[in-house]
């Protein structure tokens, strides 16, 4: 028997056992008990997080020999034919690859025909969005219309782009991103079955790189459980180095660098980096998340809450928050940020990178705001004592001498710059004007 991948062997064959959706399965679950099943949804969302899998139980609910029922028996000739994606009565479209007026066309005149087994026709389109207008404007007609026996479900990742009259006419259900700790959870029990030795650490890794989509952390396990050639259980390092994802070490040894001003340091890492394989712009990233956990362990009383990571880690972000500023971690997500941006318009992308760091290691210290308007007032204030002058004695007019400079004035003059260089830094124009 050929190999089955995890995504496929361990998808949900029934409403209970998709995950982290169950405002939408309850649902659809009530509106088969109450005979309310409308004749066409949109189901919108990211990638991999149960879109397609719902469609297909929906249908497999409604042409259940025990249906239409909410817990589909899965024993049946029609549930295992739908299962298997043999059945005649459901029919999943490929929107991007049968986007035309002609292919919706088709459809229009087959809807007409009665099921050949089940109690439905169930039109599954996914990644609606791609149609063209003109095959829009076709399906038009049908979905506000449709025979009795027929059910329509979209699905796409783009709702956006799905025109209005087609909204206007579906029920719309929006698929959230999973939970981290629930797809570590479901990779925790594939690996049991599985046989595959790995940590927990190394399975909140995949959890964390899956953005969201329980398939892609089935994809990402499936991988590693297949290149992993060790003895003994795979751990985080092992996920990492086959991930491509740098590791925890490496970022804490960026973020000193940067704290102490070592851009040689940081430039030799970038070089072994490279040398390794590891993807530039994957190292920008993990880089942003890093520092987006260090100033959550600045201003939060409670990080764990918001940092998916275990105590001992928390810890040390706790640690390393207590070496910057609030100012001089936002400072250097913001150059991060845009260091990708510059990566992907550029051929050579090691360079923005190494750009970015040299500037991160050699810029002054971030002053706060409350710093600068502490300052600000200051000037504001002896600017006022200036303009008002010394008070006149005995009615006669005060006579200043040539070239004399309040202490007040070389205050002003002595701050001004620094003022000046913190606002270029994130207005060039008013900097300029000032």
């Not at 003109?134 to 782009?161: C, D, G, S």
């Given at each position: 028997m050929s190999y089955i991948v995890f995504a496929r062997k361990y998808r949900p064959q029934s409403f209970?056992?998709?995950?982290?959706?169950?405002?939408?399965?309850?649902?659809?679950?009530?509106?088969?008990?109450?005979?309310?099943?409308?004749?066409?949804?949109?189901?919108?969302?990211?990638?991999?997080?149960?879109?397609?899998?719902?469609?297909?139980?929906?249908?497999?609910?409604?042409?259940?020999?025990?249906?239409?029922?909410?817990?589909?028996?899965?024993?049946?000739?029609?549930?295992?034919?739908?299962?298997?994606?043999?059945?005649?009565?459901?029919?999943?479209?490929?929107?991007?690859?049968?986007?035309?007026?002609?292919?919706?066309?088709?459809?229009?005149?087959?809807?007409?025909?009665?099921?050949?087994?089940?109690?439905?026709?169930?039109?599954?389109?996914?990644?609606?969005?791609?149609?063209?207008?003109?095959?829009?404007?076709?399906?038009?007609?049908?979905?506000?219309?449709?025979?009795?026996?027929?059910?329509?479900?979209?699905?796409?990742?783009?709702?956006?782009?799905?025109?209005?009259?087609?909204?206007?006419?579906?029920?719309r259900f929006d698929f959230r991103r999973i939970a981290t700790k629930d797809i570590a959870e479901n990779l925790k029990k594939i690996a049991r079955a599985e046989k595959i030795d790995i940590d927990d650490e190394a399975l909140g890794l995949i959890a964390r790189h899956s953005d969201g989509g329980m398939r892609n952390g089935q994809v990402i396990l499936d991988q590693i459980a297949s290149s992993a050639i060790k003895q003994g259980p795979i751990n985080s390092g092992d996920a990492a180095r086959i991930l491509g994802i740098v590791e925890d070490d490496v970022l804490f040894s960026f973020s000193c660098a940067i704290k102490e001003k070592d851009a040689t340091s940081t430039l030799r890492t970038v070089d072994a980096l490279v040398n390794e394989g590891k993807d530039v712009s994957q190292v920008v990233l993990g880089l942003i998340e890093h520092f987006r956990n260090i100033s959550i362990a600045k201003i939060s009383r409670n990080p764990g809450v918001l940092i998916d990571a275990g105590a001992e880690k928390i810890k040390r972000y706790t640690e390393e928050a207590e070496k910057f500023t609030i100012e001089e971690i936002l400072y250097i997500i913001y150059t991060l940020s845009n260091t990708i941006d510059f990566i992907r318009k550029s051929s050579l992308s090691r360079i923005p990178l190494e750009a970015a760091l040299i500037k991160l290691t050699q810029s002054g210290s971030i002053i706060s705001l409350d710093e600068i308007l502490k300052r600000l007032d200051v000037i504001d204030k002896s600017v006022a004592k200036v303009a008002k002058g010394p008070v006149p004695k005995n009615n006669e007019p005060s006579a200043g001498e040539p070239g004399q400079i309040s202490s007040d004035v070389e205050e002003i003059l002595g701050s001004w710059k620094s003022v000046i260089d913190y606002i270029k830094d994130r207005k060039i124009s008013v900097a300029s004007y000032l």
């Open positions: 209970e056992e998709i995950i982290g959706q169950s405002h939408i399965t309850i649902t659809l679950a009530n509106a088969i008990l109450q005979d309310r099943v409308a004749h066409a949804y949109l189901f919108a969302g990211p990638r991999g997080v149960g879109k397609t899998t719902a469609a297909r139980i929906l249908a497999k609910a409604l042409n259940c020999e025990k249906g239409p029922t909410p817990k589909p028996c899965n024993a049946c000739a029609l549930c295992k034919e739908i299962t298997e994606g043999s059945s005649l009565d459901i029919l999943e479209i490929d929107g991007a690859s049968n986007r035309g007026i002609d292919e919706i066309r088709n459809l229009r005149e087959n809807v007409k025909f009665s099921p050949s087994k089940g109690k439905f026709k169930v039109y599954i389109i996914d990644e609606v969005h791609m149609l063209t207008p003109e095959a829009f404007n076709a399906l038009l007609k049908t979905l506000e219309e449709p025979p009795p026996h027929v059910k329509f479900i979209f699905a796409t990742t783009q709702a956006h782009k799905v025109p209005s009259t087609i909204l206007s006419r579906c029920q």
